[in-house]
């Protein structure tokens, strides 16, 4: 299975790359969705709405169509509180908003925007919901988050976070889609509007100080006081997203010795290392995105990163350079429930199935229970929300943890936080995570962790998400006996939407992508890269002897290795 890396990777984005943003604003306002081809309807996938306005995938239809759905919703539901509403750095965010105040300010919701038309971090807005409704039980807010998340800069992304504060589940989304999709298919009959103007100045517009209302809560979630007297140099890359100027209120609110390396807001990223497949993406996970800051880590004593919403956190250290997000999930967990004497001794730490075993073992050294769930950060909501998960993390570098004190902070993923809490980790430990990593695998052995993708039409992806257990007919993984076949994950018994096949030092998952035409396979051995490579072959072949029940099969084609 050969890895497809662009020779422009990590490379800076050639001029020729960068996206004409009069040209991509245009297309947003210009052009319509035919309802009868499938990737021009609204589609919800793990993360909201996402597209581009040149592939008439992402523009005002839609945007229209999902905010008169999601008023709606509010509506059927009694959600009668104020609606946060925020933005990333991507060129598409700006005139969404618009076409959303306008529609929602016809529908007469109380809208809450940032002062001085700032950016918002999707925690931001997650925060702010929660902190909204503390002790409330009747007129809850929720939010809307326009942002594609790290994806290029042609993308733009819709997300809805119900009052749960977290990202909306599948009963919530599908019926927001479905309703979307009924007005696009009436030419956005039944659609409340109002000029844009009319909406801004509208008595149920208002400004809220997202900024701060964050940065002076963060003391209850980090020791800032330990990070403060470790006197650390950090450096960090907001990669010129929505985070990027909160970084120095935190900076001056707790006395840090903190540098953004880059305060730059450019809607082309032209600043930017071109990713693994010769695009621009804004990934802190990504070896290629990272090249500026992995460039200057002998600079700080800790550096970090987060996406365009901030969501995601990439930490970078002396020694180890960029860690994988498996790594410092796992010392993050190490840490924390060692390091939190106020927190449950019943809180459980929660990982998703395509996440390292390595947050097994740690999770078992600390006595801890372990919550497996299917892909997606909507699994942790509630456990996060009520107290009973002291820790949620994705294998995509998403993560958010309880307060100091036990209770909730945020219910989406927080990219921020876990930023900081490398500093803090350093800074109380006296070693950075890298470092403790290594410690980490001389007790528990080295996991070799690997990801591809492959090709697959609509109708197998259907077919995936629907295998069994008895379609695997092989006993071992490997060389080893297989110890577990999973289509349901552990820790809540939901469907994984595809399968999960264990021996004693290797594992694979396989699923199918929720926004693109192909399938995963994650693999992980803790017996080096060969074993790992044998694993994946194994289970492309698994995977492709189903597929092959369908006309179009896809199974002779070459899965590509993703690199994070």
């Known amino acids: 299975m050969s890895t497809k890396i662009s020779p422009l990777a990590g490379k800076p984005a ?23 081809i499938a990737a021009q309807r609204v589609a919800f996938g793990t993360s909201g709405h996402r597209g581009s306005a040149f592939e008439i995938t992402f523009n005002e239809w839609h945007v229209l169509a999902i905010s008169q759905a999601i008023c709606d919703y509010r509506m059927r539901h009694g959600i ?44 931001v807005i997650s925060h702010a919901i929660l902190a909204y409704n503390r002790g409330r039980d009747t007129g809850l807010a929720d939010g809307i988050v326009i942002t594609p998340s790290h994806n290029p800069p042609d993308n733009g992304g819709f997300k809805y976070n119900p009052p749960n504060g977290g990202p909306a589940d599948k009963d919530v989304t599908g019926w927001i889609e479905a309703r979307a999709n009924e007005f696009l298919e009436g030419a956005l009959q039944g659609v409340k509007r109002i000029p844009f103007e009319k909406a801004r100045r509208a008595a149920t517009t208002h400004r809220h100080d997202f900024l701060n209302s964050y940065v002076s809560d963060l003391g209850h979630v980090l020791d800032m006081d330990a990070i403060r007297g470790a006197n650390l140099k950090m450096g960090v890359d907001p990669l010129g997203g929505a985070e990027v100027h909160y970084w120095a209120p935190i900076a001056e609110r707790y006395h840090l010795n903190l540098t953004v390396v880059n305060e730059v807001v450019d809607p082309t990223f032209r600043f930017m290392t071109v990713d693994w497949d010769g695009r621009i993406r804004m990934d802190p996970s990504s070896s290629y995105a990272m090249q500026s800051l992995i460039g200057l880590k002998d600079r700080f004593d800790i550096s970090f990163a987060c996406d365009t919403d901030a969501d995601r956190h990439g930490i970078v250290t002396r020694k180890a350079g960029l860690l994988n997000p498996n790594h410092y999930l796992a010392v993050a967990i190490f840490y924390l429930f060692q390091h939190r004497p106020k927190w449950s001794r019943d809180a459980a730490v929660g990982k998703t199935v395509v996440s390292s075993r390595m947050i097994d073992l740690v999770t078992a050294k600390l006595s801890r229970k372990l919550y497996e769930v299917p892909v997606g950060f909507k699994w942790f909501v509630d456990g996060l929300l009520d107290g009973s998960l002291g820790f949620g993390g994705e294998e995509s570098a998403g993560a958010s943890f309880s307060r100091l004190d036990g209770t909730v902070w945020t219910t989406d993923k927080d990219g921020i936080v876990p930023a900081l809490l490398a500093a803090e980790i350093t800074a109380r430990i006296g070693r950075d995570p890298g470092e403790i990593y290594g410690d980490l695998t001389s007790e528990f052995g080295e996991p070799i962790y690997d990801r591809v993708e492959a090709p697959a039409a609509p109708e197998q992806k259907e077919l995936l998400a629907k295998l069994s257990p008895q379609q695997v007919k092989i006993t071992k993984l490997a060389g080893e006996k297989i110890r577990s076949i999973l289509t349901a994950a552990p820790g809540n018994g939901a469907p994984i939407g595809g399968l999960k096949v264990a021996a004693e030092s290797g594992w694979f998952a396989a699923r199918p992508s929720g926004t693109e035409n192909i399938y995963k396979i994650y693999a992980e051995s803790f017996q080096g890269p060969d074993h790992v490579a044998r694993i994946l072959k194994e289970a492309q072949t698994i995977v492709s002897n189903a597929l092959a029940a369908t006309p179009a099969s896809s199974g002779g084609k070459r899965a590509q290795r993703t690199v994070a």
């Open 14 to 36: 050639p001029l020729s790359m960068l996206v004409n943003v009069p040209r991509l604003v245009t297309a947003y306002y210009a052009q319509q969705p035919d309802v009868s």
């Open 80 to 123: 009668g509180g104020p609606l946060y509403l925020g933005i990333d750095t991507h060129a598409l965010s700006v005139p969404a908003c618009a076409s959303a105040l306008e529609v929602l300010a016809a529908n007469g919701v109380e809208v809450m925007l940032a002062d001085k038309d700032e950016y918002t971090p999707t925690p």
